[in-house]
């Protein structure tokens, strides 16, 4: 190997440890989709992740929303709509619907 | 009181109904006719609150009544047109009409807090006496899966309604 060779090794292994120690997994944020129906919310995902998102479908006749507890979210969900919401704190956040306050669930964000 | 003789003659309608043997089980275009009938009441017993009242609970409850049993009456219209159904009158929805024009007239005469309480206990005993004829009538007796399905997705609507009126009604007691 050259000597021009190893010095771009060199500057390149230096950028490299400058970088954030981020896992490959963590990097990545998904999405889910929680679907609406027949009056109740659709299986919450497990496993969630800060960062990841939430596609709220509402395959209902009726006006829905998703809306949280601790205001992070808010999304009016007209029949037939969708609406998609990035989970930006961990832990547990309850969400209900406010024009139907028996539909309810909780998403645990990790 | 009147308002209550009301009240227990439309429960009577929809509890004779759910002690029919299945010879007398209601037909599909009955049933569809009886459904309508059932929430195009209640949508003007919600207007009628709208007129009356100031108070902010009661009006949101009525809002929310006009719209969501507007919203299942649109979906069940849609569907008899669909399926090629006439809803069919019968005594059940004559006896429902009759009853909640007897108490819209009741409720008529009555203001302020008084009018609130009886709409919303009302609405308690209203809703009640129809999710129990829908579970124990009108969903077993149903033919047609999609209007099954509706008269089901129905049902998990008008308990939510039932619960929040008997939260509402709670203030009122």
Redesign the interface.
Known sequence: MSLRSRRALHFAAGIWALLPAVSPAAAVPRTYTIVIE???FGPVPAQLRKGDAIIWMNQ????HSATAADHSFDVDLK?GAKAKTVLNKSGAIAFVCR?????RGVLRVQ | MKLTIALISAASILTFSGQANAADAPTDPQIAHIAYTAGNLDIAAGKQALARSHDKTVRAFAQ?MV??HQ??N??ALALVKKLHVTPEDNATSKGLTKAADATRSKLSHLNGRAFDKAYIENEVAYHKTVNGALEGTLIPSAKNGELK?LL??GL??F??HQ??AEQVARAFK
Do not use: I
């Open positions: 027949k009056m109740k209902d006749f009726l006006r029949p024009y139907h306050p028996g539909m | 929310e719209r969501d919203a299942v649109d979906k399905s089901e997705t998990n609507l308990r939510e619960a929040h």
